[in-house]
T-cell receptor, first 118, second 111 residues
Framework: GAVVSQHPSWVICKSGTSVKIECRSL??????MFWYRQFPKQSLMLMAT?????????EQGVEKDKFLINHASLTLSTLTVTSAHPEDSSFYIC??????????????FGSGTRLTVV | RKEVEQDPGPFNVPEGATVAFNCTYS??????FFWYRQDCRKEPKLLMS???SGNEDGRFTAQLNRASQYISLLIRDSKLSDSATYLC????????????FGTGTRLTIIP
């Protein structure tokens, strides 16, 4: 089945620094990648949709200059949290569309990145 | 009104019992419906898709009521391993593939 590899699993960074999160689709091509954020005891909130080779589409209220998304290839999408602040601490998850079958047919999620900004 | 609404729980249910969750969605044009399961600090995993005619997968049964705009999940003979947060997920339409998640219903199975 389709697998999305997300790294790092967790990261602690100082306020004001930038953090890059990578999501790679293994054995399939992810034309579209979704980036979510989940705060404690809340549901996943879509931040942006990225399509390979074009600019990402951001949801209302999400700062595109703060959350930089690059989807330069069909197997790799990155989210960079720039000038991170403690309020950016959250669980970030990517999801790729896949039609490869398997247990998560249609949408395959990465394992998530827990970001803590101190 | 939220696009997808669920009772957050928590539901504390004895092992072996039957438990049901409902979820309502606001957009009547919604096309696809899913139940996902999320364990603590993990990514969501697809439990089952929900079809118009209803569908069953082992101990799990999902139903869709388009007229009332709700979907349900029934878990029979609950196991300790069923303890998780169950997310109701809706896809608006096939031209826009993004998923909208409910806040989740937390279920704890008690031995």
């Amino acid at each position: 089945g389709a697998v999305v590899s997300q790294h790092p699993s967790w990261v602690i960074c100082k306020s004001g620094t930038s953090v890059k999160i990578e999501c790679r689709s293994l054995d399939f091509q992810a034309t579209t990648m979704f980036w979510y954020r989940q705060f404690p005891k809340q549901s996943l909130m879509l931040m942006a949709t990225s399509n390979e080779g074009s600019k990402a589409t951001y949801e209302q209220g999400v700062e595109k200059d703060k959350f930089l998304i690059n989807h330069a290839s069909l197997t790799l999408s990155t989210l960079t949290v720039t000038s991170a602040h403690p309020e950016d601490s959250s669980f970030y998850i990517c999801s790729a569309q896949s039609w490869e079958g398997g247990p998560n047919y249609g949408y395959t999620f990465g394992s998530g990145t827990r970001l803590t900004v101190v | 009104r939220k696009e997808v609404e669920q009772d957050p729980g928590p539901f504390n249910v004895p092992e072996g019992a039957t438990v049901a969750f409902n979820c309502t969605y606001s957009n009547s044009a919604s096309q696809s419906f899913f139940w996902y399961r999320q364990d603590c600090r993990k990514e969501p995993k697809l439990l089952m898709s929900v079809y118009s005619s209803g569908n069953e997968d082992g101990r799990f049964t999902a139903q869709l009521n388009r007229a009332s705009q709700y979907i349900s999940l029934l878990i029979r003979d609950s196991k300790l391993s069923d303890s998780a947060t169950y997310l109701c997920v809706v896809n608006l339409n096939f031209g826009n593939e993004k998923l909208t998640f409910g806040t989740g219903t937390r279920l704890t199975i008690i031995p």
